[in-house]
């Protein structure tokens, strides 16, 4: 599944960002798009309690999950988009998100955006990634 031509774009002189890439080129003939992914376990609301790091790996767990489901797989997702509800607790809890990344996408850093919004649609949810994948 890993076919499709995928190159992290660093523009000269610029450094080289930590855990995502400035932008992705890619080929392929098929895209992806996936839905906002909270912590859910089964489509059951998000458990109350949840660390900001658990709740991501959740997330990108789902997310993975459904990429899988398309036909796709971690090398193929190309740009994610993330949604937090308190950005000094990202920022606090950076570690603990890292930790999640780690376990669900390893050393893959597609594009990223992250945006604080004000609420998401689960009361209990303080994260919601999206994501594009490309096919072959």
Do not use: C, K
Request: overall charge negative.
């Amino acid at each position: 599944m890993s076919d499709i031509e995928y190159r992290a774009v660093l523009p000269e002189g610029w450094p080289r960002p930590r855990g995502f890439a400035q932008a992705v080129s890619s080929r392929g003939a098929t895209t992806i798009r996936v839905s906002g992914q909270l912590a859910q376990v089964g489509g059951a609301a998000v458990a109350e309690g949840l660390s900001l790091g658990e709740q991501w790996r959740r997330a990108l767990g789902n997310l993975v999950t459904v990429v899988r489901a398309a036909g796709a797989d971690i090398p193929n997702i190309v740009l994610l988009r993330a949604y937090v509800t308190d950005m000094a607790e990202f920022n606090a809890g950076g570690a603990e998100v890292g930790a999640a990344w780690g376990e669900t996408l390893g050393r893959h850093f597609p594009a990223m955006t992250l945006v604080a919004v004000s609420g998401l649609v689960d009361p209990n949810a303080r994260v919601e990634i999206e994501a594009e994948a490309v096919l072959p």
